[in-house]
């Protein structure tokens, strides 16, 4: 099991920037896919982003492409999702997660495919 702690939440003003950091313990970090994903009030948990286990491809929700980019530091175990750019309707908690079983045929894009989350961290953008 990994386990995942998200961080760098919280209240920015619209076209503002943010950075969360997910510090990852308990397991090999530097091979596994991971993910962040957020949830609005009142809303579905949804995919932001992923990148592969040496971050040379990333992946992205078309409302975030161009001012989202998510990064990994498989020697400090971090993985980072910079957010430039902001507005109201990126207010979500915003989740990290990683997939360690690697299975065949599973898409990126879903929950289903990460098996380990962090806690959240809440982001809120003001207009």
């Known amino acids: 099991q990994v386990q995942l702690v998200e961080s760098g939440g919280g209240l920015v003003q619209a076209g503002g920037s943010l950075r969360l950091s997910c510090a990852a313990s308990?397991?090999?970090?530097?091979?596994?896919?991971m993910g962040w994903f957020r949830q609005a009030p009142g809303k579905e948990r949804e995919f932001v982003a992923a990148?592969?286990?040496?971050?040379?491809?990333?992946y992205y929700a078309d409302s975030v492409k161009g001012r989202f980019t998510i990064s990994r530091d498989n020697a400090k175990n971090t993985v980072y999702l910079q957010m430039n750019s902001l507005k109201p309707e990126d207010t979500a908690d915003y989740y990290c997660?990683?997939?360690?079983?690697?299975?065949?045929?599973?898409?990126?894009?879903?929950?289903?495919?990460?098996?380990?989350w962090g806690q959240g961290t809440q982001v809120t953008v003001s207009s």
């Open positions: 997660a990683v997939d360690t079983r690697g299975l065949p045929g599973r898409s990126r894009y879903q929950l289903t495919t990460y098996n380990d």
């Open positions: 308990g397991r090999t970090f530097s091979v596994y896919r």
């Open positions: 990148i592969n286990w040496n971050g040379g491809s990333t």
